[in-house]
């Protein structure tokens, strides 16, 4: 009695044929990754301040902030090709520009808070942070270095837990994952920094956190059922777990979702890219894991038994 869910996504019967759909899966994701590539060279990730380099000011004014009016005073100051935009509230704005070699960024700032206050008199500068190019480029290769490692762990880690199948298949699904989390940081216009390095680590952890518990039942079935074909052990196995998957990434979604409605511009890009990997990493658990573990183990895993069309 105890021991008895209160809610169920899905009956404890359903037998729902997965690996029917395994190649419009493995179709779909792959032109999904394909289009994300393509977006990722053209016309590219918009870089943050962290990969960058710049100089960010933010500031608040005492109406709403007038751009032609900013803009203005910006370039008469000898600010120029400085973007502007707002975050948070119509009187929160936040400015972002270049620095020259030798510039100061103190003088810089100086200049700003000077251009905003002739602009819009009473306006405050609340925050201004500066990136150098060096330091910016040190930090791209470090996150790229930091994602590349994730990856070679992980695939380290479910090579020793289970067999190379599930290694490779892992992996392999991890980087259609990857791509598709660049294409969309790509079309929402999100700006690629640390904080963004961060959210595709949680996304990488956290995918292969529920590949895991699928490839433990499959391994539990594959010494339960010596005999059953592959394809229909693979369809046993998520079912089996269907009802955690969809419970544990709503439970996680349910938690991101406050922060990506109302966290701010500081969490909302982090928030959307966790909830649109939430979403990636649980379906391609099912639609591309298992179809891809299927054709790379189907002789190995399951010699002698026969696999229906």
């Known amino acids: 009695m105890f021991g008895r869910p209160l809610l169920r996504f899905v009956r404890k019967d359903t037998h729902i044929n997965f690996m029917r759909g395994r190649f419009a899966g493995l179709i779909t994701s792959a032109v999904l990754s394909l289009a994300s590539l393509g977006l990722f060279f053209y016309p590219g990730l918009t870089l943050g301040l962290d990969f960058r380099g710049g100089i960010v000011v933010e500031a608040k004014t005492p109406d709403n902030a007038d751009f032609a009016r900013l803009r203005h005073a910006l370039a008469s100051s000898g600010v120029e090709h400085a973007s502007i ?33 002739e602009a819009q008199p009473g306006a405050t500068v609340i925050r201004a942070d500066a990136v150098g190019a060096s330091v910016s480029a040190e930090l791209f290769r470090n996150g790229i270095l930091a994602l590349v490692l994730s990856l070679g762990m992980i695939l380290i880690y479910i090579w020793v837990r289970f067999e190379w199948e599930f290694a490779l298949s892992a992996v392999i699904t991890l980087v259609l994952d990857l791509t598709k989390t660049v294409g969309f940081l790509v079309v929402t216009g999100f700006e690629f920094d640390l904080v963004m390095v961060a959210a595709i680590l949680t996304i990488l952890g956290y995918s292969t956190n529920d590949k895991v518990v699928v490839y433990d039942r499959v391994r539990e079935n594959l010494r339960k059922y010596r005999t059953m074909p592959l394809r229909e052990l693979l369809d046993l196995s998520i079912n089996e777990t269907l009802n955690r998957t969809l419970g544990t990434s709503s439970t996680v979604f349910l938690a991101t979702l406050p922060l990506a409605l109302f966290g701010g511009a500081t ?9 649109f990997g939430i979403v990636v990493g649980t379906s391609s658990s099912i639609f591309i894991a298992a179809p891809l573990l299927l054709f790379m183990g189907e002789k190995r895993l399951r010699r002698g038994a026969s696999t229906p069309s």
Request: aromatic share 8%; hydrophobic share 45%.
């Open 85 to 117: 935009q707002t975050f948070g509230s119509d009187k929160d704005v936040l400015i972002r520009l270049d620095t020259a070699a030798g510039q100061k960024t103190e003088a810089v700032v100086d200049t700003v808070r000077h251009a905003i206050n």
């Open 267 to 275: 969490l909302s890009g982090f928030a959307w890219t966790m909830l």
